[in-house]
């Protein structure tokens, strides 16, 4: 059963997230082993894995995650998310709607990207547990990531709704994560504050310590 606080450490990688030579079992292991809260696959870009090979990953990576009774979710791949029994998918505003597959995915977790107002109030949230607001700050990690809306759109979302959990994404780090807590945000998605983490286990406790 999905909680807002399982929002509150949510890391989100794929391989093209991760520096060159180490492995994304290893991290992932290592966050879980931290504390994460919440884990999406999010395999995309030029050199991501494909088919059979992303399949066997997104498996891989799951069967870790429920060792530690931590939720799995695959980032915009219905299909995968389907085949494999993932625990939820999240999906952003061009992706697939989120009604085409809500019949499939009636017991599963339902993320969706909010970046702004207008896009909250185009969306309809009756099958979404919770949004995932952004980006933050500018971020490394979204090519085609949109201008950064900051933590005041927390604060405006939430007076909105005070009751849809909500987590911030985009450039967050141990140094600017303050403002995401003071703002309202049931917890925070990163990256590569995790992925390129020199010490994985100092960053997830500092990042969790904003939700205690």
């Known amino acids: ?21 180490s492995d994304i079992k ?14 999406q696959f999010r395999e995309k870009g030029p050199d991501s894995l494909k088919g059979k090979a992303k399949e066997t990953l997104a498996r891989e990576l799951m069967t870790l995650c429920h060792e530690y009774h931590i939720p799995f979710l695959v980032n915009d791949d219905v299909e995968l998310a389907l085949a494999i029994d993932a625990d939820g998918i999240h999906v952003g505003q061009d992706d697939e709607e989120v009604t085409s597959f809500r019949d499939d995915f009636k017991d599963k977790i339902i993320g969706l990207s909010v970046g702004n107002e207008e896009e909250y109030q185009d969306s309809d949230l009756t099958d979404v547990d919770y949004i995932g607001v952004g980006p933050m700050y500018a971020t490394p990690s979204k090519a085609d990531a949109s201008a950064p809306v900051g933590p ?27 403002a995401i807590a003071q703002a309202g945000a049931d917890g925070v998605s990163v990256i590569s504050a995790i992925a390129r983490s020199h010490n994985i286990d100092k960053t997830v406790t500092k990042l969790q310590s904003y939700f205690k």
């Not at 059963?1 to 030579?21: E, H, R, S």
């Not at 290592?30 to 919440?38: R, S, V, Y």
């Not at 759109?153 to 600017?176: F, Q, R």
């Open 152 to 178: 005041e759109m927390i604060s405006t979302l939430k007076n909105l709704n005070p009751s849809l959990p909500m987590v911030a994404i985009g450039g967050i780090n141990e140094d600017n994560i303050e």
């Open 26 to 39: 290893d991290i992932l292991k290592q966050a879980l082993e931290a504390g994460i809260t919440l884990f």
């Open 1 to 21: 059963m999905f909680k807002a606080n399982d929002l509150n450490v949510y890391f989100i990688c794929g391989t093209q997230d991760i520096p060159q030579g």
